[in-house]
């Protein structure tokens, strides 16, 4: 349904028609303009070449220092996307099934379908906070259980795993001997300080992206940080398939990991201002709704709601969201995200709250 809410906003745009887009994890910020420069710059110094299946070795380093892991650990994707096909892929082809946390970013479940690999969702609610319930995680795995993916800040709530809970989830997933995938594409900008689960022992993969932090959408480059053998195999697959990801997109990368301080610095305090603004408007209402942790998105509920229709009605008003069946079991749910200027969130909330009455 994200997609199709997408989809559906663009051809409406193409006839011309304003949209206030509160759909999509797009921000609406340009890409800071050293790192444009910097793409600029490798280009002009030929760096337009085919290059190294892995990803080049001084970003890669830069980000094993970042993350306390070697070089070789590192391998830079086309976008974070492309891990969760390419790790379902490889560790899945052979059998097993992946516990998926809900609500869940879509695309984990979309990559799944299409590779034909069973998925089991474990659903935390908003009426209990959102928590996670280890018992039930417990349960839900076995014997061919190979992969937990998560994702922490989580899209759509914006809510960050206590310490002591992921501390939880990693114990149970490393007594069970599953691997798990850790999406953290929001962490650099999150509100609150949350762990990595790498800051853990046991068998995890990262997930990063250069996209949410640095407004590099565009760009299509992320990584990931895994163990030797898989990036091995994941080296071998990207050779396969995009060879690699265009060397002057890692030389502007770099760029921005050099100035993160500063440009993540900015961009929360762009997403708190926004944030805290949506959750004025919110609260005069009779929707329900957890205070983000973290930047983008709001999940708000209301009783009864069919959040699928109440989508495509809304797209009359001009205003487009995104309805909470898009992240799993969530009809009553809708997600607002706050990747538009403050005045538009205030319209289109306005106009949310009032198609609610
Ligand atoms: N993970 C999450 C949780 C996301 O919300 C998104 C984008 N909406 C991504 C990954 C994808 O990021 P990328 O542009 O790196 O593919």
Known sequence: MLYEISQRTMELESEGKKIIKLNIGDPDQPTPKEIIEAAFE????????????????????????????SAENVIIIPGSKWAFFSIMYLLLKNGGNAVILTPYWTAYEMAAKILGVEIRFLKAEFDSNWKIDIEKLRNLIDQKTRLLILNNPNNPTSKVLENSLLEEIVEVANDKKVTIMSDEVYRDLSFVKTKSTLDFGGSQILVNSFSKTFAMTGWRIGYV?????????MMKLNQMTFTNVPVFVQEAALKALELKEKIAGEMKAIYRRRADLACKILSE?????????????????????????????????????????????????????????????????????????
């Open 42 to 69: 490798a280009m002009k110094h030929g760096k337009t070449k085919y290059s190294f299946y892995a990803g080049e070795k001084t970003l890669r380093t830069k980000l094993a220092s970042i993350h306390n892991v």
């Open 285 to 357: 209402t009779e929707l329900k709704f957890t205070k983000p942790d973290a930047p983008f998105y709001i999940f708000p509920k209301y009783a009864n709601l069919d959040s699928e229709k109440f989508a495509f009605d809304l797209l009359d008003k001009r205003v487009a969201i995104t309805p909470g069946t898009s992240f799993g079991d969530y009809r009553e749910h809708f997600r607002i995200a706050l990747t538009m200027p403050e005045e538009e969130i205030k319209l289109g909330l306005e106009k949310i709250c009032e198609a609610l009455e």
């Open 225 to 233: 940080v895994v163990d030797k053998e898989l990036a091995g195999k």
